[in-house]
């Protein structure tokens, strides 16, 4: 039997057998919550940026500690800044928070602690590098930067100036992920070569591509920040920024990273590995958004592989799995459906051992333990975990800008002979069932770039040309120091 041929019968089998395991996981205890001083003089005091989203849920873990006390909201957009932020902790605690527009306004606050960032992407490293420089600890989403360089400001920034500096990737602090590394570490499906990461999230279009007005309560130029002034060119302003490169990185990204840090934490990977290569392409309609709906990167690590799939269109899931990460190992393969656990299967698909257990508030717990031990590395989720991770993202979108428009027949005769054919195949199914004619479409298929994981640099002959998009040209006043000038 090929290598394969013998893939192919372990992935068909695993389907049923991962279906099963589905309901009969058994809870592991949630990780112990942070102490939690009731001292009104030892209060943490926090500023949140961005409460359209993610922040929303910034404001409930810090708000229902009795250890902090959310002091200031900021965000460029009055009315969402009032509304989901301002009002909601002066009707819960009787005080009411100050407001900014601009985060600089903030930082000149002394008193202030702690920033937790959930802006829209281009905005989180020099966020997190200003507020830092300010003498804040920061919390700051995933992705933590819009690019390579900036994200590793972002961790030179921490370790100078001595602040603890937290990414939003929570799973890294939920009790059952950690048992399930544990495990996997340990040897417990064998020699671990291939992680394949799965974002099948059905997004739809995001309307005509044109040119459209900013809402009122919003300052453009400060929303828009590092990134060059252009119009808006999307009907809906907020959240579908995701789907356009100026402030967003497409689903890989968004809620790609999540799987993708869990993939590179299961490999045991710290770099960026030897090379990279991407497909994909906006499939299915045509709109304003201008990322991928439909991604696959492969990135190289020698005797291991991450690869990682993304799908916009209606898709079903992958061995049970339409947002998670699939370990390959010798002696079997395990499943992650979710954030918190997953389920370690032998070689013949039966079920070894099931692991779930933890909540987002855990990982909020470890990042205010770190604050006041004044220790990073008793962060679960320090800020350099948070860079490599995201940097893997940038990598593949990279490979995927530089690509060259090819037929579906085109890439796949790329692939074969590689991991990624299988892959390709499956995708291609996938999109004929979206009603994608394979025989019309046209995929940017991106070069296959070679990387020193360490230096994180590309090398090679398209070195050069590559490394120019591992940073962005930022606007003045917004822009994100070399590290000679941090």
């Known amino acids: 039997m090929s290598q394969r041929t013998r893939r192919e019968f372990l992935e068909n089998s695993m389907f049923a057998a991962a279906a099963a395991a589905a309901t009969t996981a058994v809870p592991l205890p949630s990780a112990v919550a942070a102490a939690r001083s009731k001292s009104p003089n030892d209060r943490l005091r926090v500023a949140v940026l961005g409460v359209h989203g993610r922040g929303r849920t910034h404001l409930a873990e810090f708000g229902k500690r009795e250890d902090c006390e959310i002091v200031a909201i900021v965000d460029p957009d009055e009315a969402v800044g009032n509304r989901n932020g301002v009002e909601p902790v002066y009707k819960k605690t009787g005080k009411k928070p100050a407001f900014y527009r601009d985060m600089r306004k903030a930082f000149e606050d002394n008193s202030i602690d702690i920033v937790s960032i959930a802006t829209p992407n281009h905005w989180h490293s020099l966020a997190a590098i200003w507020a830092m420089q300010a003498g804040k600890d920061v919390y700051v989403e995933k992705p933590v930067s819009h690019n390579v360089s900036e994200g590793r400001r972002a961790v030179q920034a921490a370790r100078k100036y001595k602040k603890i500096c937290a990414a939003g990737t929570q799973s890294r602090s939920m009790s059952g992920t950690q048992a399930l590394m544990k495990f996997l570490h340990s040897g417990g499906v064998g020699e671990v070569k291939l992680a394949r990461g799965l974002c099948y999230k059905p997004r739809g279009s995001i309307g005509p591509r044109g040119i459209y007005d900013p809402p009122a309560s919003v300052d453009y130029s400060l929303w828009l920040g590092p ?139 470890n990042f205010i333990e770190a604050v006041r031990s004044r220790d990073h590395e008793h962060l679960n989720a320090d800020i350099l975990e948070g860079h490599i991770s995201s940097a893997l993202c940038h990598l593949g979108n990279i490979s995927y800008r530089l690509g060259s428009l090819t037929s579906a027949k085109g890439t796949e005769d790329h692939l074969k002979g590689t991991e990624a054919h299988a892959t390709f195949e499956r995708v291609a199914r996938h999109l004929v069932d979206n009603g994608v004619d394979l025989k019309t479409v046209r995929l940017h298929l991106g070069p296959n770039l070679s990387v020193d994981g360490k230096k994180e640099i590309f090398t090679g002959p398209l070195a050069e040309k590559a490394g120019k998009m591992l940073t962005r040209n930022y606007r003045k006043p917004f822009v994100v120091p070399t590290e000679a000038k941090l």
């Open 227 to 365: 990134a060059q002034y252009v119009p808006l060119t999307r009907p809906r302003f907020h959240y579908d920024w995701h789907w356009q490169w100026t402030a967003g990185n497409g689903d890989l990204g968004n809620q790609g990273i999540h799987q993708m840090d869990l993939a590179r934490w299961g490999l045991g990977e710290q770099d960026l590995g030897r090379g990279v290569q991407s497909y994909g392409g906006r499939l299915g309609y045509v709109d304003a958004g201008d990322v991928a709906n439909t991604q696959v990167c492969i990135h190289d690590y020698g005797k291991k592989k991450l690869v990682f799939e993304v799908r916009g269109l209606k898709t079903k899931p992958y061995v049970g799995a339409k947002i998670g990460v699939i370990f390959y190992g010798s002696d079997g393969y395990v499943v992650m459906p979710r954030y918190n656990g997953g389920t370690a299967f032998d070689k013949d698909g039966k079920v070894i051992k099931t692991f779930s257990g933890g909540r987002t508030s855990d990982h909020f717990n």
